[in-house]
């Protein structure tokens, strides 16, 4: 009683001062058997600064499209989804994988499906995707291009889902995203007697990632009878089909393989994250500390990521968003360039690495987007001429 009429009388003060009460992300707490991991505090420590930051930027009603936290759209991490939204994303993704495309299949033979669209479009542009300063802020606009399109052409009302890297980091295979039930995004690939992944950096002898115990067909879950179709380009395993055309763009319809990689993934656990976001002061070293030193066996959360997924196309630098996967690794990868971006929201929001601004376009092509200035991409909030509108949660 005390207790709820002093939440009144605090409620009234606010009101009376046209305070609103600070925002709350509301995360799932039901006794889930993970506990929030230093990178979720501090994400949680930081937004009442990011909070503070937009509404001064939200004074002028313009700048922000009137996206505020409390309408922006909430991605959440997949084991904090219930198994009913699961189900209903990866609907979502079948849909998608089952729509004619709309590239050119004259010119991209290998491209069946609305899917393939996108992976094309990240096989044509890995290398200016992946340039400085194009990472962080191309595949934001990736990410969120290929929400959009679960949800306006397959029906999904969810999110882009994410995947904390953490969580995962003892044991993957064993984990929900992972196991290989139905609600799951597919199990561990069969074994396959490969001698595991050069880490290449710019040093030879390369460091090796040794092989996880699987990397060949994913045959349970919900995406094992998936066709992969275009590449490989810069695969990893050395017993895949030759794509048709040298340059990878023909079909090549074989099976999704993987090899979810315990190895790699002892390097995505929290405390690489967090030393990550929270010991680097400028967005250079944010990336470069990601990217690793992967000759002298430290792979970065990014490569680590990719190859505790592996496989075909998961391992394929060119190819990886073939495998249904990439979306959620990429996604916490945004995550945490946000993360990073709230510790010091006025002077961290508008740079990219490779400052000063060489005013770089990013073009998706047939995915819909249009054009893109890589720094109109720097704020989840009120960024892409306003359009996008969401927060990890
Ligand atoms: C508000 O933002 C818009 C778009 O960024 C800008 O054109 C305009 O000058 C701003 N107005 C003020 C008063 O700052
Ligand atoms: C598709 O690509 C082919 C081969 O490059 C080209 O001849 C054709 O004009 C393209 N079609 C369209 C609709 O752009
Ligand atoms: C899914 O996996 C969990 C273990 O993570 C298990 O308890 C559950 O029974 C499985 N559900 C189905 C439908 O296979
Ligand atoms: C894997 O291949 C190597 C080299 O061909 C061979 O020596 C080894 O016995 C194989 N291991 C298994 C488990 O098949
Ligand atoms: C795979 O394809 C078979 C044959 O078309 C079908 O019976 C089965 O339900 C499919 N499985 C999944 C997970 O889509
Ligand atoms: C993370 O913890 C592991 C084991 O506890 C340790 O080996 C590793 O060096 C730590 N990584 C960082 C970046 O601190
Ligand atoms: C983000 O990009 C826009 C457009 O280039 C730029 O005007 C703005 O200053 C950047 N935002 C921040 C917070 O720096």
Same mark, same amino acid.
């Given at each position: 009683m005390v207790a709820a009429h002093w939440t009144l009388v605090l409620s009234s003060v606010l009101v009376a001062v046209g305070a609103k009460a600070p925002f709350s992300l509301n995360r799932r707490n039901d006794g889930w058997p993970y506990p929030l991991d230093n990178t979720d505090l501090l994400e949680e420590k930081l937004l009442p600064k990011y909070e503070a930051y937009l509404n001064k930027k939200n004074a002028n009603a313009s700048s922000s499209g009137g996206c505020t936290l409390e309408t922006a759209a909430k991605r959440q991490e997949w084991h904090d989804m219930t198994i009913p939204q699961r189900e209903e994303y990866i609907r979502a993704v079948l849909c998608i994988q089952s729509k004619p495309p709309k590239a050119n299949t004259t010119m991209y033979?290998?491209?069946?499906t609305r899917y393939d669209d996108f992976v094309v479009t990240h096989e044509t542009q890995a290398m200016h995707l992946h340039s400085t300063p194009h990472l962080f802020p191309a595949h934001r606009l990736y990410i969120w291009a290929y929400e959009k399109a679960l949800r306006?052409?397959?029906?999904? #009302?969810g999110w882009q889902p994410y995947w904390n890297w953490g969580r995962t980091s003892v044991e993957p295979a064993k984990q929900p995203i992972f196991n290989g039930n139905m609600s799951s995004m597919g199990g561990q690939g069969l074994f396959s007697n490969y001698s595991g992944v050069?880490?290449?950096? #710019?040093?030879?002898?390369y460091d090796m990632i040794p092989p996880g115990g699987g990397g060949g067909c994913v045959m349970e879950g919900p995406f094992k009878n998936m066709t992969v179709s275009l590449g490989p380009i810069g695969s990893v395993m050395p017993d895949l089909p030759k794509n048709p055309r040298a340059d990878g763009f023909g079909a090549n319809p074989r099976c999704l393989r993987r090899d979810v990689n315990k190895y790699a993934a002892a390097q995505t656990a929290d405390n690489y994250t967090y030393a990550l976001i929270t010991g680097t002061k400028t967005i250079d070293q944010f990336q470069k500390v990601m990217l690793g030193t992967p000759e002298k066996g430290d792979w970065g959360v990014h490569m680590a990521g990719h190859y505790t997924i592996g496989g075909d196309p998961g391992g +394929? @630098? @060119?190819?990886? /968003?073939? +495998?249904?996967l990439f979306w959620f690794h990429h996604g916490m990868v945004d995550r945490i360039w946000w993360i990073w971006q709230m510790q010091d929201p006025e002077n961290r929001m508008g740079v990219l690495p490779d $400052? /000063? /601004?060489? $005013?770089d376009i990013v073009d998706l092509n047939w995915i819909g987007t249009g054009k893109a200035n890589t720094y109109d991409l720097n704020d989840s909030i009120g960024g892409y001429g306003g359009e996008f509108c969401y927060i990890y949660v």
């Open positions: 033979p290998g491209v069946k306006e052409e397959c029906g999904y #009302t050069p880490a290449m950096g #710019t040093a030879k002898p +394929d @630098f @060119f190819s990886s /968003p073939g +495998d249904p $400052n /000063p /601004p060489k $005013n």
